[in-house]
Nanobody, 114 residues
Framework: QVQLVESGGGLVQAGGSLRLSCAAS????????MAWFRQAPGNERELVAS???????DYADSVKGRFTISRDNAKNTVYLQMNSLKTEDTAVYYC????????WGQGTQVTVSS
């Protein structure tokens, strides 16, 4: 199993930016599609963005044009650059394989204030 450690969250005003990082253990990181998910209180965990092993990215409609997912296979790390943040982006953010097949990490809290 892969261990996933998210970081980079925090408190930011609406319109601000944050960059999240997710470090994954294991030697097979490069062959899997990875993704960022988020869960707000009372809501189900939802897919935010995903990136394939050949760097093709896809985004939820709610974040298109504002968020950018990227990966560094040499560092076993996936990133989420979040710009023009909105209060509705407030959630705990998690990374995982696109298939959600690995144990979830602790996530990183993102709070956007108005």
């Amino acid at each position: 199993q892969v261990q996933l450690v998210e970081s980079g969250g925090g408190l930011v005003q609406a319109g601000g930016s944050l960059r999240l990082s997710c470090a994954a253990s294991g030697s097979l990181f490069r062959i899997y599609a990875m993704a960022w998910f988020r869960q707000a209180p009372g809501n189900e965990r939802e897919l935010v963005a995903s990136i394939t092993n050949d760097y093709s990215a896809d985004y939820a409609d709610s974040v298109k044009g504002r968020f950018t997912i990227s990966r560094d296979n040499a560092k076993n790390t996936v990133y989420l650059q979040m710009n023009s943040l909105k209060t509705e982006d407030t959630a705990v953010y998690y990374c995982n394989r696109r298939s959600r097949s690995q144990p979830w990490g602790q996530g990183t809290q993102v709070t956007v204030s108005s």
